[in-house]
């Protein structure tokens, strides 16, 4: 500012001043009086205070309660001071943000009179955070969940939930000057008071674990779809998008989905390679993949400047598919009917060729076709009729607008299309737009493709007869997860290995830590395990952990149809389900027509414990078994080592019975028992 | 309980103050400071030291003070400084000294140069700044065209009036001011004979713009980056970097020479390299010196990537320089997460009529985010701008070359009164804290829309911290390093740094 500005300014202002005022008005002496000095509070507690405010002199104005952390006034309260002598009462809200440590706030008492004169007082309250008993996860149809302490200060729930989540997480009231917390979203952050639902999303949907952390916010899950490295930006619940440069042969990799070995791969477009990714098929280009995760597949649009392409006067660009009796992942699943946002853009396989691959029964009906072909994205413009359109098919036809619509596509009199059987429809413009000419051939049939399953996402190798095997490092207590097998709930689940919640969906694997071999079989519908050492059979080692193995009648699994006998390649080992004790669970029942589940006959037991998976090492001799207290009255160890029903004894049929092994007094010195559940 | 009781009386403060701001104002008119003097470059002593500059320059390198919070750290504001993870060294940020930039700075007079070179270049008396560039042989901003050796033969090697007239005495004078500033070179062009129309052809080429370098002139213009290093050395001037050409896929300018990465490769693996090597230089060698997005030139993507591939190549070349005429900075990132061993450092960017570059209102943060903070956040060692000081008529330039460009700093006609544009703030904000040898360290905590900063720790166990803030409201953050905290605000489409 220059100074002629400032002369004037600086000159007039005390006589301003001086005039708004008279020249003997006191300045008065305001006096705090803090009556409730409260010492500690919690993070998100109103603190309440009352100050007896007075000044002899000259009347009040205000007082303000101000709450500093650190050096920084987070909150404030103004109360009108109208009488000098009295107590004023307030609340002052201590905010909770994320990360802010336990510490001394200051709360700042302000008193001031008509005057402008002020006192100030400060007060020490140490902060501390509420340590909530529980959370509550708010959905927003206002279901609701109980969240559990799961550590200092990390809270959580595992049910089943949609793969995207919004939900509110309140915190109950804690202490005399608590409030009830909610925590939203807001700017991507989980905030307390924001009024958005926080976005929590898993890779799929089903039993999943929502959790929070009430000190730092973190919050999860917030799974990430990308493809490439890019994110996919989200465009509902189930669908998400990302726009890519891609060139033909070029690799795809996926990020975040979940079982996306159970995806429809689009031929027109991809094809699956073995690492999980895809190969683009179709000419290089821009291009939008719009995942649909609910669908499980990827609907893709060419692009041209951004936006979907429309066919272009020279024949380069798209062309898109409306009607019924078709749809991509499947024409049942859906069909793609006469609405123009579900426009099929056919994947450009050479310049100016159009391709779109269709099976018999799947994709598309096998007794009808109606669709046609269209050069405006997604919309009704520049319709394919006859006069542009011919086909050369001997299957398919193009409506002349007298028996059939005009454009539309038709079966040939006297043509049906085969189940499973690979119909390629091309259009080609090279002769111009004009004269596109229609084909559609037939390749062959779709080849059967057993579904990968992968365990806790990693595949599994399958043989004849569906059943699928793996190796692999397991802890116990963990949680397995399998991926597109249906029906888990009538599966059975050896039960010293695996026990299955069906009302959570959760499968854990319940013996030691170590290397097993999990043997899905699909068509019998069982999963089994046995301990392995690297590629093979684990044996019992010298300190007692390992396994042992059961051969003999009388016992079988997963049921006496499968009984171990003598040989070597049906022992069966059993879970260390403690260290160095091992345990065979199962239901005493017939030898002929038993139920899964039903592994020991309830009329003879003659069976011997063996140190590996095959003659050698085994619980006999001076290595003998003996039998714990009370077991004697269903057992007997014979002089072999054999192990058999005490004499007269017939198990339960239907009853459970519990044989264990326990190895901890030495390999030597074990000891066997048998208890009823 | 403490008890901190104060009374005060605002109509008393504010009569008092406007006495004294009368008797201040009125003592003499003529001492009331004219717009255009620069503030004296001088640190507030204090816990904490800040400079601190604004878009409307309301602040302007102003230096003020903390200090350290006495209280408890609860600030939800609070951004951690976390000394143990630590990333790239600093070697320094900078300008360069063009030819037409020394011609200038030779047209001041001695005083005010001076005091020009003080204030930028003083680590204790001005704003530190410790990296230039200059150009071997000639730039688009000198005063004529030529190279060290423009008669054939590279024993007619010798350094140019420019160099021994103007460049070299202000780069002693630099040097005398602040002995720590690293000297990066850069060629815009071989020798004329040295180089050929084209690789297919080879046809001698007179062109001081295009061509390339002849491969049968590899070991001469080797020779000749030797010479021009040892003739700097002789001069008073170390040399600590080298490109083998600026802006290698640029054919025109008034000065250029094509030399796509497979040439580079092989010029510093059969030439350069050996040459150092053998004449014991130890100046670091700098692959590419373009932009982000390499024009552009699908064959030339990742341009520096592609030499570090050849091992006998990359073991000569300390890393890569960068420009940001074309690309985004991310490319920088890409490279690092490459070749993690590998430096990088940004040697050029101009602001110009084409951006509206003088207008500090909208380029004074952008810059900032762009330029330092950006390129340091991205892995980069340093960031030196093209020409530290032009004159009224945006030069000295050269024809072909550029013609609307501003100066970190211009000068107007009687070269006497200085307006600095938003580089010169940019890199004064980050040399004036942030050290030489510096490693740029972690930061958690507080974030917000608009809010760029970095954090470093220095040789001497010093923190420092630069921020920009391109919102329209003040930024209020804690600064904590784990024992120490204090409050502090970065304005409103300002910038502020920070060291204790």
Same mark, same amino acid.
């Given at each position: 500012?220059?100074?002629?500005?400032?002369?004037?300014?600086?000159?007039?202002?005390?006589?301003?001043?001086?005039?708004?005022?008279?020249?003997?008005?006191?300045?008065?002496?305001?006096?705090?009086?803090?009556?409730?000095?409260?010492?500690?509070?919690?993070?998100?507690?109103?603190?309440?205070?009352?100050? /007896?405010?007075?000044?002899?002199?000259?009347?009040?104005?205000?007082?303000?309660?101000?709450?500093?952390?650190?050096?920084?006034?987070?909150?404030?309260?103004?109360?009108?001071?109208?009488?000098?002598?009295?107590?004023?009462?307030?609340?002052?809200?201590?905010?909770?943000?994320?990360?802010?440590?336990?510490?001394?706030?200051?709360?700042?008492?302000?008193?001031?009179?008509?005057?402008?004169?002020?006192?100030?007082?400060?007060?020490?309250?140490?902060?501390?955070?509420?340590?909530?008993?529980?959370?509550?996860?708010?959905?927003?149809?206002?279901?609701?969940?109980?969240?559990?302490?799961?550590?200092?200060?990390?809270?959580?729930?595992?049910?089943?939930?949609?793969?995207?989540?919004?939900?509110?997480?309140?915190?109950?009231?804690?202490?005399?000057?608590?409030?009830?917390?909610?925590?939203?979203?807001?700017?991507?952050?989980?905030?307390?008071?924001?009024?958005?639902?926080?976005?929590?999303?898993?890779?799929?949907?089903?039993?999943?674990?929502?959790?929070?952390?009430?000190?730092?916010?973190?919050?999860?899950?917030?799974?990430?779809?990308? $493809?490439?490295?890019?994110?996919?930006?989200?465009?509902?619940?189930?669908?998400?998008?990302?726009?890519?440069?891609?060139? /033909?042969?070029?690799?795809? @990799?996926?990020?975040?989905?979940? /079982?996306?070995?159970?995806?429809?791969?689009?031929?027109?477009?991809?094809?699956?390679?073995?690492?999980?990714?895809?190969?683009?098929?179709?000419?290089?280009?821009?291009?939008?993949?719009?995942?649909?995760?609910? $669908?499980?597949?990827?609907?893709?649009?060419?692009?041209?400047?951004?936006?979907?392409?429309?066919?272009?006067?020279?024949?380069?660009?798209?062309?898109?598919?409306?009607?019924?009796?078709?749809?991509?992942?499947?024409?049942?699943?859906?069909?793609?009917?006469? @609405?123009?946002?579900?426009?099929?853009?056919?994947?450009?396989?050479?310049?100016?060729?159009?391709?779109?691959?269709?099976?018999?029964?799947?994709?598309?009906?096998?007794?009808?076709?109606?669709?046609?072909?269209?050069?405006?994205?997604?919309?009704?413009?520049?319709?394919?009729?006859?006069?542009?359109?011919?086909?050369?098919?001997?299957?398919?036809?193009?409506?002349?607008?007298?028996?059939?619509?005009?454009?539309?596509?038709?079966?040939?009199?006297?043509?049906?299309?085969? +189940?499973?059987?690979?119909?390629?429809?091309?259009?080609?413009?090279?002769?111009?737009?004009?004269?596109?000419?229609?084909?559609?051939?037939?390749?062959?049939?779709?080849?059967?493709?057993?579904?990968?399953?992968?365990?806790?996402?990693?595949?599994? @190798?399958?043989? +004849?007869?569906?059943?699928?095997?793996?190796?692999?490092?397991?802890?116990?207590?963990?949680?397995?997860?399998?991926?597109?097998? +249906?029906?888990?709930?009538?599966?059975?689940?050896?039960?010293?290995?695996?026990?299955?919640?069906?009302? /959570?969906?959760?499968?854990?694997? $319940?013996?030691?830590?170590?290397?097993?071999?999990?043997?899905?079989?699909? $068509?019998?519908?069982?999963?089994?395990?046995?301990?392995?050492?690297?590629?093979?059979?684990?044996?019992?080692?010298?300190?007692?952990?390992?396994?042992?193995?059961?051969?003999?009648?009388?016992?079988?699994?997963?049921?006496?149809?499968?009984?171990?006998?003598?040989?070597?390649?049906?022992?069966?080992?059993?879970?260390?389900?403690?260290?160095?004790?091992?345990?065979?669970?199962?239901?005493?029942?017939?030898?002929?027509?038993?139920?899964?589940?039903?592994?020991?006959?309830?009329?003879?037991?003659?069976?011997?414990?063996?140190?590996?998976?095959?003659?050698?090492?085994?619980?006999?001799?001076?290595?003998?078994?003996?039998?714990?207290?009370?077991?004697?009255?269903?057992?007997?160890?014979?002089?072999?080592?054999?192990?058999?029903?005490?004499?007269?004894?017939?198990?339960?049929?239907?009853?459970?019975?519990?044989?264990?092994?326990?190895?901890?007094?030495?390999?030597?010195?074990?000891?066997?028992?048998?208890?009823?559940? | 309980?403490?008890?901190?009781?104060?009374?005060? &009386?605002?109509?008393?403060?504010?009569?008092?103050?406007?006495?004294?701001?009368?008797?201040?104002?009125?003592?003499?008119?003529?001492?009331?400071?004219?717009?255009?003097?620069?503030?004296?470059?001088?640190?507030?002593?204090?816990?904490?030291?800040?400079?601190?500059?604004?878009?409307?320059? !309301?602040?302007?390198?102003?230096?003020?003070?903390?200090?350290?919070?006495?209280?408890?750290?609860?600030?939800?504001?609070?951004?951690?400084?976390?000394?143990?993870?630590?990333?790239?060294?600093?070697?320094?940020?900078?300008?360069?000294?063009?030819?037409?930039?020394?011609?200038?700075?030779?047209?001041?007079?001695?005083?005010?140069?001076?005091?020009?070179?003080?204030?930028?270049?003083?680590?204790?008396?001005?704003?530190?700044?410790?990296?230039?560039?200059?150009?071997?042989?000639?730039?688009?901003?000198?005063?004529?065209?030529?190279?060290?050796?423009?008669?054939?033969?590279?024993?007619?090697?010798?350094?140019?009036?420019?160099?021994? #007239?103007?460049?070299?005495?202000?780069?002693?004078?630099?040097?005398?001011?602040?002995?720590?500033?690293?000297?990066?070179?850069?060629?815009?062009?071989?020798?004329?004979?040295?180089?050929?129309?084209?690789?297919?052809?080879?046809?001698?080429?007179?062109?001081?713009?295009?061509? #390339?370098?002849?491969?049968?002139?590899? #070991?001469?213009?080797?020779?000749?980056?030797?010479?021009?290093?040892?003739?700097?050395?002789?001069?008073?001037?170390?040399?600590?970097?080298?490109?083998?050409?600026?802006?290698?896929?640029?054919?025109?300018?008034?000065?250029?020479?094509?030399?796509?990465?497979?040439?580079?490769?092989?010029?510093?693996? #059969?030439?350069?390299?050996?040459?150092?090597? !053998? !004449?014991?230089?130890?100046?670091?060698?700098?692959?590419?010196?373009?932009?982000? &997005?390499?024009?552009?030139?699908?064959?030339?993507?990742?341009?520096?990537?592609?030499?570090?591939?050849?091992?006998?190549?990359?073991?000569?070349?300390?890393?890569?320089?960068?420009?940001?005429?074309?690309?985004?900075?991310?490319?920088?990132?890409?490279?690092?997460?490459?070749?993690?061993?590998?430096?990088?450092?940004?040697?050029?960017?101009?602001?110009?009529?084409?951006?509206?570059?003088?207008?500090?209102?909208?380029?004074?943060?952008?810059?900032?985010?762009?330029?330092?903070?950006?390129?340091?956040?991205?892995?980069?060692?340093?960031?030196?701008?093209?020409?530290?000081?032009?004159? !009224?008529?945006?030069?000295?330039?050269?024809?072909?070359?550029?013609? &609307?460009?501003?100066?970190?700093?211009?000068?107007?006609?009687?070269?006497?009164?200085?307006?600095?544009?938003?580089?010169?703030?940019?890199?004064?904000?980050?040399?004036?804290?942030?050290?030489?040898?510096?490693?740029?360290?972690?930061?958690?905590?507080?974030?917000?829309?608009?809010?760029?900063?970095?954090?470093?720790?220095?040789?001497?166990?010093?923190?420092?911290?630069?921020?920009?803030?391109?919102?329209?409201?003040?930024?209020?953050?804690?600064?904590?390093?784990?024992?120490?905290?204090?409050?502090?605000?970065?304005?409103?489409?300002?910038?502020?740094?920070?060291?204790?």
């Amino acid at each position: 500012m220059k100074l002629k500005y400032i002369l004037p300014v600086a000159l007039a202002m005390p006589a301003l001043l001086w005039s708004c005022k008279d020249d003997d008005e006191p300045f008065g002496n305001p006096v705090i009086d803090y009556r409730d000095a409260t010492e500690t509070a919690h993070f998100g507690d109103s603190l309440a205070f009352t100050v /007896n405010a007075a000044d002899a002199e000259v009347a009040l104005s205000t007082l303000k309660a101000q709450l500093y952390y650190g050096d920084e006034m987070v909150e404030e309260t103004v109360i009108r001071t109208k009488e000098s002598g009295k107590d004023y009462s307030g609340k002052i809200y201590l905010p909770y943000f994320a990360n802010v440590p336990d510490g001394t706030a200051t709360l700042k008492l302000v008193l001031q009179n008509i005057n402008f004169t002020i006192s100030e007082k400060e007060y020490p309250v140490k902060v501390t955070h509420p340590d909530f008993p529980y959370l509550t996860l708010r959905t927003e149809d206002g279901t609701e969940y109980r969240m559990n302490k799961t550590g200092l200060d990390t809270y959580a729930v595992s049910d089943r939930f949609p793969q995207k989540l919004k939900a509110f997480v309140i915190a109950p009231k804690v202490g005399e000057n608590g409030n009830e917390l909610v925590f939203g979203y807001e700017n991507s952050q989980v905030k307390i008071g924001a009024e958005s639902a926080i976005p929590f999303s898993s890779s799929r949907g089903g039993k999943f674990a929502i959790e929070l952390n009430t000190r730092t916010f973190a919050a999860s899950p917030f799974s990430v779809l990308k $493809l490439n490295g890019q994110e996919l930006e989200s465009i509902d619940d189930n669908t998400a998008r990302v726009d890519l440069a891609l060139s /033909n042969g070029q690799a795809i @990799t996926p990020e975040g989905f979940s /079982n996306f070995g159970d995806w429809w791969i689009d031929p027109d477009w991809f094809s699956r390679n073995d690492d999980g990714s895809l190969t683009f098929k179709a000419m290089g280009g821009n291009y939008r993949l719009i995942a649909d995760q609910k $669908l499980q597949y990827f609907r893709v649009e060419t692009l041209l400047n951004g936006t979907p392409a429309s066919l272009q006067a020279d024949g380069t660009g798209a062309l898109w598919v409306i009607g019924a009796d078709f749809g991509k992942p499947g024409v049942g699943a859906n069909e793609t009917g006469w @609405t123009t946002e579900k426009a099929v853009c056919m994947a450009p396989v050479a310049d100016k060729i159009y391709q779109m691959t269709l099976v018999g029964g799947k994709t598309v009906k096998t007794g009808s076709t109606n669709f046609k072909f269209y050069g405006d994205a997604m919309s009704w413009g520049n319709e394919f009729k006859h006069d542009r359109l011919t086909s050369n098919s001997d299957l398919i036809g193009v409506g002349d607008g007298d028996s059939h619509d005009d454009g539309n596509l038709y079966l040939l009199d006297g043509v049906t299309l085969k +189940d499973n059987v690979i119909y390629v429809f091309r259009v080609d413009f090279t002769a111009g737009v004009d004269k596109g000419v229609l084909t559609v051939t037939e390749e062959g049939e779709q080849p059967f493709e057993e579904k990968p399953i992968y365990l806790n996402g990693v595949k599994m @190798t399958t043989g +004849d007869n569906a059943i699928y095997t793996i190796v692999t490092d397991l802890a116990q207590g963990s949680a397995i997860d399998f991926n597109s097998v +249906d029906g888990l709930a009538d599966f059975y689940f050896d039960p010293d290995f695996l026990s299955y919640d069906a009302d /959570n969906d959760v499968i854990t694997f $319940l013996p030691m830590d170590g290397t097993y071999q999990i043997v899905l079989d699909k $068509l019998g519908a069982t999963v089994t395990a046995q301990r392995f050492d690297g590629n093979s059979p684990a044996a019992l080692g010298a300190d007692g952990h390992g396994a042992i193995y059961m051969m003999g009648w009388g016992a079988g699994s997963p049921s006496l149809d499968s009984q171990f006998g003598w040989e070597t390649n049906q022992a069966y080992g059993l879970a260390e389900i403690s260290p160095k004790v091992y345990r065979f669970t199962a239901v005493a029942g017939p030898e002929k027509g038993s139920e899964i589940g039903q592994r020991i006959r309830a009329d003879y037991i003659s069976v011997k414990f063996f140190w590996q998976k095959g003659w050698g090492g085994e619980f006999s001799g001076d290595n003998a078994l003996t039998l714990a207290p009370g077991s004697d009255k269903l057992l007997k160890v014979n002089a072999d080592g054999n192990i058999e029903l005490a004499a007269g004894v017939t198990l339960e049929a239907g009853a459970t019975y519990e044989m264990t092994v326990d190895l901890t007094a030495g390999n030597s010195a074990g000891v066997i028992s048998m208890v009823k559940k | 309980m403490f008890d901190k009781y104060k009374t005060s &009386n605002m109509l008393l403060g504010t009569l008092l103050c406007s006495l004294a701001l009368c008797s201040t104002a009125c003592d003499d008119n003529d001492k009331f400071p004219e717009e255009e003097t620069t503030p004296q470059p001088v640190w507030v002593d204090g816990d904490v030291r800040v400079l601190t500059t604004t878009n409307n320059r !309301a602040k302007d390198l102003t230096p003020s003070a903390i200090s350290f919070s006495t209280k408890d750290n609860m600030s939800p504001r609070s951004i951690y400084l976390d000394p143990s993870t630590t990333y790239q060294e600093i070697d320094g940020f900078g300008a360069a000294i063009t030819g037409s930039t020394a011609y200038n700075l030779m047209k001041m007079t001695p005083e005010d140069r001076a005091k020009f070179l003080k204030e930028t270049f003083s680590t204790t008396e001005g704003y530190g700044m410790s990296y230039v560039r200059v150009s071997i042989g000639c730039s688009d901003f000198s005063l004529s065209e030529f190279t060290c050796c423009d008669t054939p033969g590279i024993e007619n090697f010798a350094l140019t009036s420019e160099d021994t #007239q103007y460049v070299i005495p202000i780069l002693k004078e630099i040097l005398a001011i602040n002995p720590d500033v690293k000297v990066f070179g850069s060629p815009w062009t071989a020798p004329r004979w040295m180089k050929v129309n084209n690789l297919t052809e080879l046809k001698p080429t007179t062109s001081w713009t295009g061509g #390339q370098l002849n491969p049968a002139y590899y #070991q001469d213009y080797a020779e000749y980056f030797v010479k021009w290093i040892q003739a700097f050395k002789q001069n008073g001037v170390d040399i600590y970097a080298v490109t083998l050409q600026n802006e290698p896929l640029n054919r025109g300018n008034s000065a250029s020479m094509f030399m796509g990465w497979e040439e580079q490769r092989d010029f510093v693996k #059969q030439a350069v390299g050996p040459k150092f090597a !053998a !004449a014991g230089i130890k100046t670091k060698i700098y692959a590419f010196d373009h932009n982000y &997005n390499y024009d552009n030139m699908a064959d030339q993507k990742g341009y520096p990537t592609k030499i570090y591939a050849d091992p006998e190549a990359a073991r000569y070349l300390a890393g890569a320089a960068y420009h940001n005429y074309g690309g985004n900075r991310d490319e920088l990132n890409k490279v690092h997460a490459a070749y993690p061993d590998k430096e990088l450092v940004f040697t050029e960017s101009t602001a110009g009529d084409w951006n509206d570059g003088a207008n500090l209102s909208t380029h004074l943060v952008s810059d900032m985010e762009e330029i330092c903070l950006g390129t340091v956040n991205n892995w980069a060692r340093g960031a030196i701008i093209w020409n530290l000081m032009l004159d !009224a008529n945006r030069g000295p330039n050269r024809p072909g070359g550029c013609i &609307n460009g501003f100066g970190a700093v211009d000068i107007d006609a009687s070269y006497k009164n200085i307006q600095r544009n938003s580089f010169y703030y940019n890199m004064c904000h980050m040399s004036a804290v942030v050290k030489p040898g510096a490693r740029r360290i972690a930061t958690t905590g507080y974030t917000a829309n608009g809010l760029t900063y970095s954090a470093f720790r220095n040789p001497d166990g010093s923190y420092a911290f630069v921020a920009s803030n391109n919102g329209s409201e003040a930024q209020n953050i804690t600064l904590d390093d784990g024992n120490r905290h204090f409050s502090a605000t970065v304005p409103a489409k300002g910038i502020a740094s920070f060291i204790w």
